[in-house]
């Protein structure tokens, strides 16, 4: 019981120290943290609170109880010229043919030509491919994977564990069902034989 108050307490006071820094009406949502290094001491989470953060940015918690700050989402990066957050391996504020990377030894990302041409393709095993497509990550199956930049080392790849929480509650949405070939998922969510 003393756990339970001490939690309803936590939040009321986490509600009342953020409401007294942002507009009013605004909601956030929490965003789970990709990168396990990069946890909380208090295990608190980003927020996706746009009343308080420009465009791809979260509002993350620091080490401290009432440190908070704006900064740019996992696998984005932070354009000083432009003062905003951009995607990696995209377009973003680069010419077109284009597109944004950052660099292993620097620290500001720089605008380099896209071998593919075209925004939302990059190069990978020597073929464009599109981000977010699950085609180039089929030798992966029966686990559903798509092609992303990794939030933590910036590097294009198969993702294979892909996020299913809730951004309502703490319990994960179960990933859907994978089928055998032969086979299709029916209304009901079942793998059924499809019928010859």
């Given amino acids: 019981m003393c756990s339970l108050n001490l939690f309803m307490l936590t939040c009321l006071v986490y509600s009342v120290a953020i409401a007294n820094r942002m507009p009013k009406g605004s909601i956030g949502f929490p965003e789970p943290e990709e990168d396990p290094n990069l ?13 308080m953060c420009p465009e791809n940015e979260l509002y993350y918690p620091g080490d401290q109880k ?25 377009k973003g504020p ?6 944004l990377v ?7 990302p720089v605008c380099e030509k896209n071998p593919c041409s075209v925004d939302s393709y990059v ?51 179960p990933p859907p069902q994978v089928c055998p070939p032969g086979c299709k998922r029916s209304i009901n969510g079942k793998c059924v034989p499809i019928a010859a």
């Fill in 123 to 173: 190069l990978y095993n020597g073929r464009c491919e599109r981000l977010a497509d699950p085609a180039p990550c089929r030798h992966l199956w029966p686990v559903p994977a798509t092609l992303v930049v990794n939030s933590t080392t910036l590097a294009v790849g198969c993702q294979s564990h892909l996020n299913f929480h809730s951004r309502f509650g703490d319990n994960p949405v």
């Fill in 94 to 99: 680069c010419e077109d043919g284009h597109y």
């Fill in 39 to 51: 946890v909380n001491r208090d295990n608190r989470q980003p927020v996706f609170l746009p009343a």
């Fill in 66 to 90: 009432d440190d908070w700050i704006c900064d740019c989402r996992p696998a984005y990066l932070f354009h000083p010229k432009t003062d905003a957050c951009w995607p990696a391996y995209r």
């Fill in 102 to 108: 950052l660099k292993s030894d620097s620290a500001i």
